[in-house]
């Protein structure tokens, strides 16, 4: 099974057509597989809260969004998470590439992924972690529940669940 | 003038369209001055409003306007090279340039002192960038409306804030309210 393929295909199998991106390495696939599908439109943020504003804007206008960044910018978006789009009760699933987890060679993404989980769990936000690659047969029904429930839902993504990290 | 003038005077022109206002006293003076369905309200997350407005410009068809701050787009620069790139012809962000963060007490920015807006939105490759006194802001907008294109108005105005209540509404009203009028 190609994960970016089943990750794509379930955006729009759930009719999710607005996609913002800042880039990870472990990304790097997914992003590109989103970027030539026609009926998904993809437009590169610059910063991940400004990607959510980008979301905000496009769910009032009638499209499904959703938000693919890394967990090192968690941090950035809190404000944005709780008074844009908790406040105004906007659904929003973000995947996550998590970063600092087992097989990370970079000892500096360790420090954010401590903190990860805790300011999640501190927002009350839906967080599920792809630890296993047959961890992404969840991800269709995660996508209904976030738009059921109106939320910013969490999906984590670690290094084992893409298949290790680099030269590794 | 400063900004609840130009507001009061291009409130005509703001009222048919969709509305996307900046946080704080800009939000507040809108709602007082002509609270509609198709305003939405910003009631905090500061430097947001240009990205709001352009996911909503590049999802429907209708035209979009968002009114913004100096400071604003200072705390969100990213914003510009993403809306520069991303051409929507139903997106007008209206800057109104006071030089100050109105909001929290006409702190200086760094836009009212050497840096220019207009010459970041068309570094950014904004292709339609007009920089207009405030007296003329009602004739540009309703240009940019007519010309169907993408438009980036930096309206340079006097620092300054009319005193107005507090948006009190729930933001899922607000929210709720202006999806309707979105989709209407
Ligand atoms: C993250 C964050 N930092 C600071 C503030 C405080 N704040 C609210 S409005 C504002 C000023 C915004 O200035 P500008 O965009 O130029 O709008 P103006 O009021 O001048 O029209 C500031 C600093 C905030 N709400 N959020
Ligand atoms: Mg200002």
């Known amino acids: 099974m190609n994960i970016d393929k089943k990750i794509a295909d379930d955006l729009v199998a759930n009719d999710v057509s607005f996609v913002t991106t800042v880039p990870c390495k472990q990304l790097a696939g997914v992003i590109a597989e989103i970027d030539q599908r026609d009926d998904i439109f993809h437009i590169p943020a610059n910063k991940e809260d400004e990607g959510m504003g980008l979301c905000a804007g496009a769910w009032m206008g009638g499209k499904r969004p959703a938000i693919i960044m890394q967990n090192t910018a968690i941090g950035v978006t809190v404000n944005t998470l709780a008074t844009l789009i908790q406040y105004y009760r906007m659904p929003l699933p973000m995947l996550i590439s998590y970063r600092g987890e087992l097989r990370e060679p970079v000892a ?14 501190q927002m009350n936000i839906p967080t599920y972690h792809f630890h296993k690659r047959a961890d992404v047969e969840e991800f269709d029904n995660i996508l209904k529940y976030t738009f059921m429930c109106n939320k910013p839902v969490a999906i984590l993504t670690d290094a084992n669940f893409w298949g290790g990290y680099g030269d590794q | 003038m400063i900004r609840s003038e130009i507001l009061k005077e291009i409130a005509p022109i703001l009222r048919d369209q969709l509305v996307v206002c900046n946080i704080g006293i800009p939000s507040q003076e809108l709602h007082a001055i002509d609270d509609q369905p198709t305003n939405f309200y910003m009631l905090g997350t500061m430097g947001l409003a240009s990205s709001i407005g352009l996911g909503l410009a590049l999802a429907q068809p209708k035209p979009v306007i968002v009114i913004d701050g100096d400071g604003s787009i200072l705390t969100n620069l990213g914003t510009l090279p993403t809306i520069a790139n991303n051409v929507a012809d139903n997106y007008i962000l209206l800057i109104i340039d006071n030089g100050s963060y109105g909001s929290t ?29 405030a007296a003329d802001t009602g004739r ?38 202006f999806m309707k009028a979105v989709s209407a």
């Not at chain 2, 007490?105 to 006194?133: F, N, W």
């Not at chain 2, 930096?154 to 899922?172: E, L, R």
């Open chain 1, 108 to 121: 500096c993404q360790v420090e954010m992924a401590v903190h990860t989980k805790a300011i999640l769990a």
């Open chain 2, 140 to 177: 540009v907008l309703q240009e940019a409306l007519d010309a169907k294109q993408m438009t980036i108005i930096v309206s340079k105005c006097k620092s300054g804030n009319a005193k107005m209540p507090v948006i009190t509404m729930d933001p899922v009203v607000i929210r709720d309210r």
């Open chain 2, 105 to 133: 007490g006409d702190q200086p920015t760094y836009a009212g002192r050497k840096t220019s807006l207009a010459k970041m939105a068309q570094a950014a490759g904004c292709d339609r960038v007009i920089e207009c006194a």
